[in-house]
């Protein structure tokens, strides 16, 4: 008898109600095929948006940067974990993103939780999208600030809120995922900002799955809205489309200076290798001076879209390359994710409850720029028979 013994009952519970996710371990290279266990699977649940996570010249970047400083930062930013790197790729993001300046963190998950609690505390009030991913959520947690919840995609209810509950806060700030990762539709940032100016508010955006997707280049949803003079923070990620590791928040100068001296990821805990920084770096030059793999991962997203609708699937309402496969129910599922996988040789995740709401279980589906259209067929022809063979579509 150990006193952790509650976990099997959790774990057992999970397991009745179809909703223990079964991980993978993978043994290559992320790409449009991978290795798991002894075999080859068709990759298409990781986001790798553009192929950058094994891109030869971004490796080679971080070869570079690893035989030049090493592994390790060695300590945290403000003691002795700043490293020139940090400051190039600081002043690159921040020129990318038509922002006046940014900070690095060693994650997107870091970047949120360290600004949050920079720009809002117990005296303001927050409203954060229903949809918001779980970084953001917590994040206005640990500002202690006083939150409310607007519907998801709809400015009138944000209105209300703020008309109802901004004299609560001495500050106040409205917070948003731009694309929302497990549906891929847009938030309408152009409105935000409006209503943000119209109650004193300011506007944060988190671009994750809008960086390396959307904008000139790649540049993300602040610059696909034209909005960089508008909205007061642009937050975002290297580990999706720029394909390594950190994250960043950008803003006016003022603000990033006041990061550095407060956010609690920047204070506390160790500074972004230099390998992924320099990877980051590269991947951000190869944007700027090539949009091919950018059109590429657009042109497989229609592909891949437009055959699973022919087939009879709902793929959502994405505005995005992200594609739910939409089936409500968790255990159907995890049975059609295993079909996928141990038939067809598809690894596709089931995506389900607490990180979609309950009955909207779904198979999240991310084409790359690695993909070829051919490999977009094969994963469209799988869902069709795997599909038939549960009673998915008809
Ligand atoms: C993935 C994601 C994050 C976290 O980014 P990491 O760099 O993986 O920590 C934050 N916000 C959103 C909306 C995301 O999709």
Partial sequence: MKRTDWAKDEIESLKQEGRYIPIRTIGSPQGPYVRIESDTYLNMCSNNYLGFANHPDIRRAAIEAIEKYGVGAGAVRSIAGTIDLHRQLEEKVAE??????AVVYQGGLLANIAAVPVLVNKQDVVFSEELNHASIIDAVRLSSARKYVYKHMDM???????????????KALIISDGV??????????KEITELGERYDAMVYVDDAHGEGVLGDHGRGIVDHFHLSDRVDVEMGTFSKALGSMGGFVSGSSSLMDLMKQRSRPFLFSSALNAGDTAAVMKAISILEHDDTPLKRLWSNAEKLKNELADFGF?????KTPITPVMIGSEKKTLELSQLLYKEYKIFASPIVYPTVPRGTARIRLMPS????????????EAFRKAGRSLGIIS
Avoid: Q, W, Y
């Fill in 96 to 101: 990318f993103k038509h922002m006046e300046g």
């Fill in 314 to 318: 709902d793929t959502g309402k994405s």
């Fill in 369 to 380: 720029a690695a993909h070829s259209p051919d490999d977009i067929s094969i994963a469209t």
């Fill in 180 to 189: 929302f990762s497990m549906d891929g539709d847009i938030t309408p940032l």
């Fill in 156 to 170: 009138d209810d944000l209105e209300r809120n703020l008309k109802e509950h901004r004299r609560e806060g001495k």
